[in-house]
């Protein structure tokens, strides 16, 4: 009789921790859903859009902009079948577009693409860095002159020195996509914070990289002697 008084009491007593236990269970999760929903309605509100799948994270980033910088050619398809301009021209908080994101892995034909729906190929982030800017520092001739084509200023200042893709390239020794600007209207008499032009910026870089193969010095000395021909021209 004793023992059976006892196992009824444990059970009641497991009972009453499994049910104490299951309520908490579902106040958690409740909560955990209101907070959810909470944060859902914080970022929507501050997007203003509530309909927009786009944006994939409070910093503004999107779905667009992985796919971009993975290089992922079908994503950016199946995304742009949905997406506005307005989407495709959206920006982080630190104003990266999915444009800016194409630069880096070097894909003409996403960037064409994206300049095709629209991107803003005069885009700037918050240091105020261009798509042509950034690509005019990775030596991307094919993409800077795709830039260009959707009108691209090639004469763009970036940054507190104040430099423009000319300046950048000839700083950092991109023959072709200095060459390239020249030929497609930068200006080489522009000058920079510190109040040095491009011409300078490759003199700069010809005088620390001499020790290359003697081609490739040639082809720096002839970005110099342009550049230089650029300073004397009236315009």
């Given at each position: ?21 299951l ?19 914080v ?21 667009l ?10 994503g950016?398809?199946?995304?742009l079948v949905k ?11 630190d104003?990266?577009?999915a ?6 892995p ?5 960037v064409?693409r ?12 918050h240091?105020g ?5 950034l ?12 830039l ?5 200023d ?28 020249l030929d ?29 193969q ?17 300073l004397?021209?009236?315009?």
């Amino acid at each position: 009789m004793f023992d059976g008084y006892t196992a009824i009491l444990a059970l009641f007593s497991l009972v009453a921790i499994v049910s104490f236990f299951l309520l908490r269970v579902s106040r958690s999760m409740d909560l955990r859903e209101k907070e959810n929903d909470d944060c859902k309605m914080v970022f929507f509100w501050r997007f203003r859009r509530q309909d927009d799948f786009f944006v994939v994270d409070a910093t503004g980033k999107t779905i667009l902009m992985q796919a971009v910088a993975q290089g992922f050619a079908e994503g950016i398809d199946h995304v742009l079948v949905k997406a506005s301009v307005e989407a495709v021209n959206s920006a982080t908080d630190d104003g990266t577009t999915a444009l800016h994101c194409a630069i880096a892995p070097g894909n003409p034909a996403i960037v064409a693409r994206l300049l095709d729906f629209g991107a803003q190929p005069n885009a700037a982030d918050h240091d105020g860095r261009t798509p042509l800017w950034l690509a005019a520092h990775k030596e991307d001739g094919r993409i800077a002159a795709l830039l260009l084509d959707y009108k691209a200023d090639p004469n763009c200042r970036v940054g507190k020195n104040r430099l423009t893709p000319l300046m950048v390239a000839a700083k950092n020794g991109r023959i072709e996509v200095a060459n390239l600007l020249l030929d497609r209207g930068a200006n080489p008499r522009l000058v920079s914070g510190d109040g040095r032009t491009a011409a300078h910026f490759a003199r700069e870089y010809f005088k620390e990289n001499m020790g290359g193969q003697g081609a490739h010095n040639q082809k720096l000395a002839r970005m110099v002697l342009r550049l230089e021909a650029g300073l004397k021209k009236k315009g």
